[in-house]
Nanobody
Framework: EVQLVESGGGSVQAGGSLQLSCTGS????????LAWFRQAPGREREGVSC????????DYSDSVKGRFSISRDDAKKTWYLQMNSLKPDDTAMYYC?????????????????????WGQGTQVTVSS
């Protein structure tokens, strides 16, 4: 059974940092496009960041650009979301996602329909 397992969520004050991790039991892992999404109560799920299977292409939503950074470690079958300068508006449940067909290129990769594998979510709470 394919599983994506997130870790690293928690509570932090505004201006602080957190790093989320997601480990996926998918194969071949180095051919999968990977992403992070988030969903706050009463709001739609939002694509936060994606990274191509090559690791060359990344993309970010405007709301996190310049503050968040996505990376991947194929040897560990893990990808990360480094979140800096956190704001209360970043408070949400964060989900990792993976799909062998996701491209993260040319404006693609930040739509939930592009991914068929999802983690269970990890809560991030930013207080002012």
């Amino acid at each position: 059974e394919v599983q994506l397992v997130e870790s690293g969520g928690g509570s932090v004050q505004a201006g602080g940092s957190l790093q989320l991790s997601c480990t996926g039991s998918v194969s071949p892992f180095d051919k999968y496009g990977l992403a992070w999404f988030r969903q706050a109560p009463g709001r739609e799920r939002e694509g936060v960041s994606c990274i191509s299977w090559t690791g060359v292409y990344t993309d970010y939503s405007d709301s996190v650009k310049g503050r968040f950074s996505i990376s991947r470690d194929d040897a560990k079958k893990t990808w990360y979301l480094q979140m800096n300068s956190l704001k209360p508006d970043d408070t949400a449940m964060y989900y990792c996602a993976a799909d062998i067909s996701a491209s993260c290129f040319g404006g693609h990769g930040l739509a939930s329909v592009d991914y068929n594998l999802w983690g269970q979510g990890t809560q991030v709470t930013v207080s002012s």
